[in-house]
């Protein structure tokens, strides 16, 4: 009997317990009340933050919001690069964010950080001077990277590039921050770029300011094109025709 009535308190003392701990829980477990941002930012601002993060955590409640859900939505925003997500008692949420930083513009669009990842940075404005790239979808590292190598080897000439282009088709086109245009096309590339820095050395540097484009799309030389002459159509015997 006495074993009996034992294992009966402990039992009782286990529903009481419970039922204590589940009103603790319910009684931490308000609604959130206030949102804190923190990090430091060059480009965003904590009013833009906010208002981005007030969808995600309307409704929430303090002890049953899922943090690691919430981060992956906080990752959403496009200007956020990192997230860190915390509880503030008692009924506060604490985000520390790491801005992205980006280094060009990409598709018009979206930006690119230093990975060569896209992200929209509307309705925030993109920083002025930013060279300018494209490409086709899922293209952003390539033409990243190769437009780290372009600016490299035609740094060595005193040329800075404006824009990058990748085509659908694969070929790749680029202007100068002095507005020219350069075709290098499909294939060669490597050829194309020592055979233009050969020419700009010898001869076309001293009418840079004059240069409409130079298409470097044939199997000897370059052609250029000056301001004011006609367009015309490109050569069908150049080395990237079908």
């Known amino acids: 009997m006495q074993k009996r009535n034992a294992w009966l308190g402990l039992v009782l003392l286990a529903l009481m317990l419970g039922a204590g ?7 931490l477990d308000t609604p959130v009340e206030r949102v804190s941002v923190r990090g430091d930012w060059d ?12 969808p995600l955590v309307r ?8 943090l690691a859900e919430l981060r992956r939505a906080a990752l959403e925003i496009g200007w956020v690069k990192e997230v860190r997500v915390s509880r503030q008692w008692p009924d506060a949420l604490a985000f520390e964010l790491v801005e992205q930083t980006p280094v060009t513009r990409w598709n018009d669009d979206q930006l690119l950080n ?5 992200f929209v940075f509307a309705p925030l404005a993109a920083p002025d001077g930013l060279p300018d790239l494209a490409g086709p979808e899922g293209s952003s ?20 590039l404006d824009q990058l282009r990748l085509e659908p088709r694969g070929a790749w086109r680029l202007q100068l921050d002095d507005g020219a245009w350069i075709m290098l096309g499909r294939r060669q590339h490597d ?10 050395q010898h001869e076309l540097e001293r009418y840079a300011g004059a240069i409409r484009y130079i298409d470097l799309r044939y199997p000897n030389g370059v052609a250029v094109a000056w301001h004011g002459d006609s367009p015309k159509a490109d050569d069908a015997e150049t080395d990237d025709s079908p």
């Open 21 to 27: 701990g589940r009103a603790l829980w319910l009684w």
């Open 43 to 54: 480009y965003a601002n904590a009013d833009y933050l906010r208002g981005q993060l007030a």
């Open 59 to 66: 409704d929430t409640r303090w002890l049953s919001v899922d």
């Open 114 to 118: 230093a990975e060569g990842a896209p």
């Open 141 to 160: 590292k390539e033409v990243l990277a190769y437009y780290r190598t372009l600016d490299k080897r035609l740094g060595t000439l005193d040329l800075a």
């Open 191 to 200: 050829a194309r770029l020592a055979r233009l820095m050969a020419s700009w």
